[in-house]
Nanobody, 123 residues
Framework: QVQLVESGGGLVQAGDSLRLSCAAS????????MAWFRQAPGKEREFVAT????????YYVDSVKGRFTISRDNAKNTVYLQMNSLKPEDTAVYYC????????????????WGQGTQVTVSS
């Protein structure tokens, strides 16, 4: 069982930066591929980024490439999402998710989810 708790969301202006954190419980964090998803009002949950077990491989949706960086610290059981050059279209609730052994782009593949943190970017 893994419990995930996100933090770091907030209200910022376009062009600003935020760093989201997702703290995981348990001693097996390093066995889980991790990902960030987001969901804007009235829209489906959207893949943002994923990172493999060691943190050596990452993958991003095209709309955030070059602006967002996913990373993890297995010693701290935490995954991060550094978001730079934020745009109003990045406004959403951001969720972290864990999938045993590897991440994917599909939310239905993930075993555990956090409660989400709101990110609002004003123009």
């Amino acid at each position: 069982q893994v419990q995930l708790v996100e933090s770091g969301g907030g209200l910022v202006q376009a062009g600003d930066s935020l760093r989201l954190s997702c703290a995981a419980s348990g001693r097996t964090f390093s066995r889980y591929g991790m990902a960030w998803f987001r969901q804007a009002p009235g829209k489906e949950r959207e893949f943002v980024a994923t990172i493999n077990l060691s943190g050596g491989n990452t993958y991003y949706v095209d709309s955030v490439k070059g602006r967002f960086t996913i990373s993890r610290d297995n010693a701290k059981n935490t995954v991060y999402l550094q978001m730079n050059s934020l745009k109003p279209e990045d406004t959403a609730v951001y969720y972290c998710a864990a999938r045993l052994y590897s991440g994917t782009l599909h939310p239905g593949d993930y075993h555990y989810w956090g409660q989400g943190t709101q990110v609002t970017v004003s123009s």
